[in-house]
């Protein structure tokens, strides 16, 4: 892919033409923003250009003998670098890798991809650079003479996954870069950076992409068009997580389970609201996020609806007549307490806390908002212990 091809993204791909046509590169880059925007292949874009015999206004020329063994994957001196858990072999890492050299936009990584044969294999394992894979991956083949190409370049998929050790070990390589080497670092979440990396790095923002862009992009994946509306709307600006569900029949059902959560949360007994939490845990970390998401989606749309709002902006436009009646049925219903709890709940299970628990929590937090009590959100403390 070229630059020129980076999908919504056209502040971007600009400066970063313009930076390879001044000739001046810097050695490090964080391309930061929300995930599934485009940073992965933004960054496989630049790597590919910075290495092309013939660049043609600061892109790929997409011909040379370079270029062609960049979008292959198989350039000696492009190194990416993907974090993973620690009993992941080296196969399936290079599987992955290539799947982002295929299609930089489609999941790869183990958190939007949990298993690569289709089993829903989802688990709850840290996933993290160690000292080991930095000195292995990062610091051996950045230390090398270059083989063939202009630059070494080092693109570092979710950067923030180093931890203290790990990030160590690259500050070293940061602090002392050899000649012509590049590092492309990536994050969603800039705020796990260490400061002394950050201050290394020139920073490159990126956007949330907007609906219509990821809808045309999924209608060009061969989308039908009125699925492609929907869930460009459900992605939240990440395309990655349209293409995934795309592909993934059941999202469907996994919505219409955690609209049966919000159900069950008011109407429900104790036992019907344990059961459909095993439901909801069951896909790990990153499905529970995922969930919490498609929640905090039918909560805004509730918003919209409860204030009478633009139904245009309705999210889950197959669903307005079922969710107008929840919020005429609702009329004292806290959304905005709703809404923050479980933009809590998402960031407790960010951390390594016992997922089923945070659910039950925000289960009750839940029903107490939408009968109008002034409960407010449950503090964090409780949930963490
Ligand atoms: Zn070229």
């Known amino acids: 892919m070229a630059l020129e091809s980076i999908i919504g993204q056209e502040r971007v791909s600009k400066s970063l033409k313009r930076t390879l046509s001044s000739g001046r590169i ?3 880059y964080l391309f930061h923003g929300p995930e599934g925007s485009g940073k992965a292949a933004a960054a496989l874009a630049f790597a590919r250009a910075l290495q092309c015999e013939h660049p043609v206004d600061g892109d790929t020329c997409g011909r040379c003998a370079s270029c062609s063994k960049a979008a292959r ?4 001196d492009i190194h990416v670098l993907m974090p993973v858990t620690k009993d992941t072999d080296e196969e399936e890492r290079g599987r992955r890798i290539q799947l982002l050299y295929e299609d930089p ?4 990584d183990m958190q939007s991809l949990p298993s690569l044969d289709g089993s829903s294999g989802a688990s709850n394992k840290q996933i993290i650079y160690s000292r080991g894979q930095v000195q292995k991956w990062l610091q051996r083949p950045m230390s090398f003479h270059r083989v063939e190409g202009q630059y070494r370049v080092a693109v570092i ?3 923030d996954k180093m931890r203290e050790e790990g990030a160590n070990a690259f500050l070293k390589l940061l602090e002392e870069p050899g000649k012509r080497s ?3 670092l990536l994050t969603h979440r800039i705020d796990h950076l260490l400061p002394t990396i950050l201050s290394r790095c020139q920073q490159i923002r990126f956007d949330a992409l907007e609906s219509p862009v990821i809808e045309r ?3 060009d994946r061969g989308a039908e068009p009125a699925m492609a509306a929907m869930l460009a709307r459900m992605s939240g600006g990440s395309l990655r997580r349209a293409i995934a569900m795309v592909s993934d029949e059941d999202v469907m059902a996994v919505r219409d389970a955690v609209l049966q959560f919000l159900r069950q949360s008011y109407v429900g007994k104790g036992d019907s609201v344990v059961s459909l939490v095993d439901r909801l845990a069951r896909p790990g970390r990153e499905g529970v996020k995922f969930q919490l998401d498609l929640l905090l989606g039918i909560l805004r749309d509730l918003l919209i609806l409860q204030q009478a709002g633009n139904t245009d902006l309705v999210v889950n436009i197959d669903q307005i007549d079922t969710l107008s009646k929840f919020a005429s049925n609702l009329p004292h219903a806290r959304l905005d307490v709703m809404i923050e709890s479980v933009e809590q709940t998402m960031m407790v299970v960010e951390r390594n806390i016992n997922v089923r628990l945070a659910l039950v929590t925000l289960s009750r937090s839940l029903a107490a908002a939408m009968r109008g009590e002034q409960a407010g959100v449950i503090p964090l403390e ?3 212990g």
């Open 182 to 184: 590049v590092f492309l």
């Open 382 to 384: 409780l949930v963490t």
């Open 157 to 159: 998929l979710a950067a």
């Open 73 to 76: 994957g198989m350039h000696p």
């Open 217 to 219: 992009a999924l209608m």
């Open 26 to 28: 810097a050695h490090a």
């Open 105 to 108: 936009y489609q999941p790869a």
